[in-house]
């Protein structure tokens, strides 16, 4: 069903002036707190971010709701927006199973699910990251009452048929558009996902395993945050203190990964790392049950249904893609290796071997001994304000388009520092919304991301439902005396997730179903992984970072530097995430599996690993990552080959092509999931590209 994958799946781990009174407040508040220290004078986009606002709801004006939705003004009328949604929802099935076979049914589907969206998908952000508790459970209690309506939908014959009978009417099938198409059989798999097609005890067993995921992978996910714990005596006394001791215990939450002490790193890469067996035996229940559940609906593994749809396509691809890239890097990550041992050397002449909790601590160290790159002394050419600037440049001179600061109406966000940003076009207007939820408070989730809030559709009239879309990053608040400064990896995680957004805001798709990052999640990463490369540019990183007391332009020579020092270990790095998705494809292979989780990853860092598995380690059951991309860790180095080709045979020579830009976002952002993704990559650099394009692209970036 349609609902469940938009609402449930695929959240994605997103100047026009302000007003006269706003911008001169604005300019005043600049020029009262930092004409000590600014030389530049900042535009409207950089003030409304190196200025921290303080707006507050006004009880004396209409409250507009959140995001503009007028019924969620109150935890209350949270109830209200939910009922709403499941009564227009009612209506649009009866219309579904009632009408006659035609490519109205397509619209009708996704009129059903951006109904049910409407609501899920805003409750879903405003669960994790309202600042009130109660309207955070309202938003919570939403979201549970239309997911619940959606299992019901998922399993409803009239709506199940309704749909078969398009698809098995040749005459009328083919008589759609090639976005229709796809929509209808994703649709469709969405259906057999959840088992409707099968007799009615199967799809009991269907519904049973599929809420033990649900509960075995929240359980997973607990445990791998959990600490270990040793008995005090069992390590020495210059060392016991040095982490958590709780009575006779020492408690060790974390790896402890750039503590200058070797030893203190031994001790924590080893008992943190230490099997539990009641976490093995959730994990090997979870796999299990995962395997039961693709098997149930005609897969032959759990990684074959994840992987069905996707750029890759099969296990069988992804596992070629892995090994190929893989025994390509063990070569380079040889001389890594060695450039860690000499600077090991340096510090511990009585061992200077490599071991795996050695890597993070000496390559940092090996970096600033080479570089001398320090995060510090570059954040002051990255000011918020000046950043958000860099992305307008981008934006304008690649798409004709203005990220404009403007005035939300009240009750519109739901932190006062939340700024409200237009997506303006030269010509077509405002194409979307972006909420820009960037500074950290109590209670707020401290990973960067992008939430849909409202998905893009073509409206009965013609006209176009604007996208809505939040990032939410967790930036410091600006100072009295000095704006928020980012870090370079804060300026590539902000472009990274404005890539996602610019793919929300790009997006025409005539359904919300599959409209901007609603694909497939190897391609989905492309975009944004393609923005990181805007960000080491120093052709544009010079348009924007300058010095935030002096004007003075970050320096080519220190740029070329910091990204030199980046690379410096990349195939390193590169084969760790390797080992990772081949683990992960391992396990959700075929079963019975050869061997137990500890065992088979043992043999995989064996093969693929330059340094040796540490014996009574079991890294994968801290791996979180096993819940929420099951199958599709490879997703990420998939993405990046093809965010790196699309780069360097396309933008590299020009970052501020018009032209290029042009053909970027009607050939390939345009269109979401609405088509082919492959072909869709193709539209870029001329060609399909062959797993061995992607292997070379890789290989290509990790050159040391």
Sequence with gaps: MAARKICLQHRQYITFMQRTKNTMRASLSHNKHHSKRCVATWSPLGTAFNVRANRKLNANQHNVGLFQMADMTSPERF????????????????????????????????????????????????????????????????????????????????LHQSLRRLLDNDKVFSSMDEESRIVAKLLMFDFEQSGIHLEEAKREEFVHLNEEVLVLGSHFIQGTQTFSEIQTKHLPDHMRYLFTVDGDKVKIGSLYADNPNDLIREAAFKIFLYPDPGQDQVLNRLLEARHNLATLVGFDSYAQRALRGTMAGTPENVMEFLTKTGDGLLDRVSKEIDIMKKTKGQYNYRDSEIHPWDPSFYMNTAKHDRYNVRGSGYQPYFSLGACMEGLNIIFSNLYGIQLDSVEPENGEIWAPDVQKLAVTHETDGILGYIYCDFFDRPNKPAQDCHFTIRGGRRLDDGSYQIPRVVINCCFPSPKLDAPTLLTHGNLENLFHEFGHAMHSMLARTRYQHVTGTRCVTDFAEVPSILMEYFANDYRVLRQFAKHYQTNETLPEEAINRLCASKKMFSAYEMQTQVVYAIMDQKYHGKRPLEKSTTDLLFEIQQQFSSLPPVHNTAWQLRFGHLVGYGAKYYSYLYSRAVAARIWHEVFAVDPFSRSTGERYRHQMLAHGGGKDPVGLVANMIGKRPTTDDLVQSLLDEAKL
Excluded at 91 to 106: D, G, H, M
Excluded at 126 to 152: G, T, Y
């Design 79 to 158: 109830a209200i927006a939910q009922q709403k949604s499941l009564s227009e929802a009612e209506n649009l099935v009866r219309q579904a199973v009632e009408s006659p076979t035609s490519p109205e049914i397509v619209v009708m589907f996704d009129k059903l699910s951006d109904a049910l969206c409407r609501v899920a998908d805003a409750a879903d952000f405003i669960r994790v990251a309202h600042p009130d508790p109660e309207i955070c459970q309202a938003a919570e209690n939403a979201l549970l009452s239309i997911s619940a309506a959606v299992e019901k939908l998922n399993t409803c014959p009239e």
